[in-house]
């Protein structure tokens, strides 16, 4: 129940992780049906280089596939041409979970899913900001999702966990304008509501923001506090 009660909440789209996230395939396939129930976008994160994956999480009824730590105009484009269909890529053929969640025929899928499906490259590293306006080139992405957390390891060396600071921050401004630029859409990981108003503000568009273990995490320590027993 829990995608779908996000969705019933509100939220435009909903995230299932399958990099961090404690999600089986099967429990994705279900997931992105009970998205769909409660009215929002279905979005999946794959493990890293996952490529294959992906492709069955689209096949499943992914609008949006967003790719880890990716470093590469190379890494960009085969996660990306995975993701189109031809002549724009190379996606492998039978999408019929993707097209009945989405109300189309197989053949107006087709036609439509190029343009109405999302792959996302990840820009958390150091590397992947000097790589960045390569890949911002490669034709088939349709835009970068920033991770602060791990972009603040990869800048500080390791030597801080800093994802709201201010070298994360300058940087996170950065990559959306450069995204701006090349014409890609810009999302990014929020941890906070002040840091969604920051994004919105540097030029994000996707912003994810809200766990559901941080959310239940919360709750029961403030149902908890809110006895006498405790
Ligand atoms: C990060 O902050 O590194 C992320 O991957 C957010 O999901
Ligand atoms: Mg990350």
Sequence with gaps: MVPELFARAGYEAVTLDLQHGMFDFEAAVDSLGLIALGGAHRIARIPVADNALAGRLIDMGAECIIAPMINSRE???QFARAMKYPPMGERSWS???AAMLSGQTDHEYLTNSNSQTLAL???ETQEAIEALDDILSVPELDGIFVGPSDLSLSLSKGTALDPNGPETARACADIASKAKAAGKIAGIFCLSA???EEAVAQ???LL???I???FIDGAARTALGETAWT
């Design 75 to 77: 890494e960009a484009e």
């Design 95 to 97: 999408p019929r979970r």
């Design 121 to 123: 490259a990840m820009i």
């Design 194 to 196: 002040e840091k969604v």
């Design 203 to 205: 030029g994000y568009r």
């Design 208 to 210: 994810s923001y809200g």
């Design 212 to 214: 559901d273990t941080v």
